[in-house]
């Protein structure tokens, strides 16, 4: 089947069958910046927008985004580009399999809770799992990319 | 000894960090060719089987379907998967496929498709038929039971380890200084525990891949999550007896490996489909595959014993241990030795220390290197047994141990003694700041030995606890990292390395060491890693070796390169090459030297920028490539110190233990890019409290894992952790590249027991065995009342 949806932007039609999960579609179709790292919706590495609210792409049917407006991490490429400013000088990334979910859901975060404390933060993002950090140091990045975006 | 660096101990973002945040295609999945094959295995369900029949045929009639692949299509090799040096400390036990599966997860047969959904459909189709054996999944019936988990004759070792496959013993080791017993018998108070850790998985977010293709000179190309190519390669041509020539093994960015990625796995499996079809092939793990059948770490019983005088001096240690390696014995030598190796030597003063014991198999998945490596397991029981010690004293835990702790200028035999396998070497400690870091945590920590313990309300109880740790850096005489440098035009530096960056940064960091020696800006620095076709030789990441080793390396290629710089210069301006000197800017007359004047048109200098056209584009018959290689394997392993304090919090109603505050103060000499090292440090923080409070892999009464996914096995959330405070002593080994030492595990080792003592401060139980779940706490706890 076809679904028919947009893409960062730009309209793209899909051959999927109906039992396919949409992280399995993005990447196939060239997302790569979709990362999977579980098949249970418990990392959050696959996470896109979608109609500008968080989901897990690895748990959301590709059908269901037939009509849809999915963003990945290259669709907020500015406003990535500069949060990794902020990651990198805190020394906060690592091997990076994370951060573009990671990227993503603090996008969302800032855009519902333009002053989220230290709480909000830590509650909003627990679906995003890291490996190598401790979350020191993202912790630090958002909290110093809040005060530069207000 | 200089600490005027422009380079190194200074921070600089991540070469590839804002890419990664970015999303650009850079882990082996992403770069995979569209049109691979894609690999599956068809895995054991049973712990312990021999395969009767496989029935292939509904299978090999889908459309699509390229081939089935099992037992009786492959060479029959026996190979160790660890990825270690050569000759490998591990037994040979495993092969490509083999007629045996002894763990539920194990390979029986290889497919391979035109698309995922063909290959997961005909791995549903193949028909396997066993002939169920009796798991042995206990560690202690592993020498007494009637299963013998390796009964083929073809297994062996490379050298003597006490391998005795019938009684499913992988390795035995023993060493013992001293009498332990007649010195522990004149003990004032002595301390004799059983602590038991458990197999914790290494859970990197990024799932094991390989792809394979032939390249355009017909050679097999492998890109894989790998951490070390060069192993890779080496045995990759061992099973598939192929001169290593036609091998190339190379890898992307990695997404965490921390040991789990030491081990060769899909690369196998990749190559096996590419060699037999000629086509690429690729081969993921899904996230089950990477819980049940990649590794784990050994599950330990370690009985200590120790022992002082009234005062507290500490007289002896005794370190029996039995280690469970799971279906194969990648590293189960090797992590055992650490265990003892990393430990012990904490406390050098003793009269008699004696460590030993036993690795055996069961039919368990497999546990192989994970960071902390044996020395994690080690330190939670001595360092727990020390906290019990000091109990007994009445004294407070960190003067036992400030007491008793190694300092600089000293050693212990155990160097000498225990190798990795082997013997090893004998090592005076240059670099030890642990009485700064005692010092400095006790400050943040608040630490007051007369009130470790704190009532809140709500039936919730506060307590602290306090470890102290020490790793290594690389293995000496064994361990080798090279790197090489070529001068481009424009004036910058390509930077060749064989080692492997699998997240940690370490390509940021070594150009930062290339940087400082050069005298030239690290921005100047380009590297290209680890590829066996295009780097020069390196062991690869672990044991804590990248930042020691493959740093020396670079510092000898960079003196090279100023050499290599100085001998062009002198010979296009006739002159004596002593007389020039390069600054990182320009390579110049030195002053008041006899060559004054004889630069052309009377200058004193050329810009390194000028020089690198000249050389490349404008010198005629003269052109050439000023490349520079350096090599370094250790003499030493200085090893890295940290002195971890935590606070704790119980709820007495629910037995539940949160880590409020985590002080880890870390001698790891210089730190060559401090939030680099502080972020490794805070990782492997985080690691070690998971292991000690939860993460647990757990198989049911048939030996299935119950624990194969991220909701049984939880790793921790931004949650579920409080503050980690990470500092780093003043410290500076003179072995190390600008003084630095290890950093990459040093972190995860304080944890198990910093936190076990706390909770012995917040309930007066001692638990000794890990993890500390909220039901065995609160057991405790009951029990008590
Ligand atoms: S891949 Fe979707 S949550 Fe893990
Ligand atoms: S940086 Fe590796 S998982 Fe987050």
Redesign the pocket.
Known sequence: MTIELKINGRPRRLEIEPGDML?DVLRNAGYVEV?????????????VLMNEAPI????TLAVKADGQEIITVKGIEKEATEFADFLTAEGADQCGFCAPGFALTVHSLIKENPSPNEEEIRHYLA?NLCRCSGYEGQLRAITKFVEAKK | MSTQFTQVKHERAKIDGKGLILGRPAYTDDLAPKDALVVKLVRSTHAFAKIKKIDASKALELPGVECVLTHHDVPRVPITRAGQGHPEPSPKDKFLLDEYVRYPGDEVAVVAAVDEATARQAVELIKVEYEVLTPLLDMEAAETSDTVVHPEPEAYTMFPMGFEPKKNIAATYDMNIGDVDKVLSECDYTVERRYTTQAQAHAALEPHAAYCYYDLHSRVNIVSSTQNPFHTRRILGEVFEMPLRNIRVSKPRIGGGFGGKQQIHLELYAMLVTTKTGKSSKVVMS?KEVFESSFARHKMRLDIRLGSDKEGNLKAIDLQVLSDTGAYGEHALTVFTNCGSKSLPLYNKVEAVRFGGKIVYTNRTPAGAYRGYGAIQGNYALESAMSELAHKLGMDPAVLREKNMIAENETSDIFRIMGEGGEGVEMMIESCKLQYCLDRGRKMIDWNPKKLRSEVKDGKVRAKGMALAMQGSGIPLIDMGSATLELQDDGFFKLLIGATDIGTGSDTILAQIAAEELGVSSDDIVVYSSDTDRTPFDVGAYASSTTYVTGNAIIRAAQNMKKVLREAVAEKFGVDAEDIEFNGRELRIKDGSKSIGKMKDGTQSITLKEFSYDTLYHEGANMKTLAATGSFSGHVSPPPYMAGFCEIEVDLETGKVEVLDYVAVTDCGTPINPNLARIQVEGGLLQGIGMTLHEDVVLSSSGKMLSNN?MQYKIPSREDVGKLRVEFAESYDPTGPFGAKSVGEIGIDTPLAAISNALYNATGVRLTSLPLTPAKVLAAIESQK
């Open positions: 992280v990362k999977k790292g579980c098949d249970t919706g418990s990392c959050g590495v696959c996470t897990l792409s690895c748990s679906g | 996230r991220f």
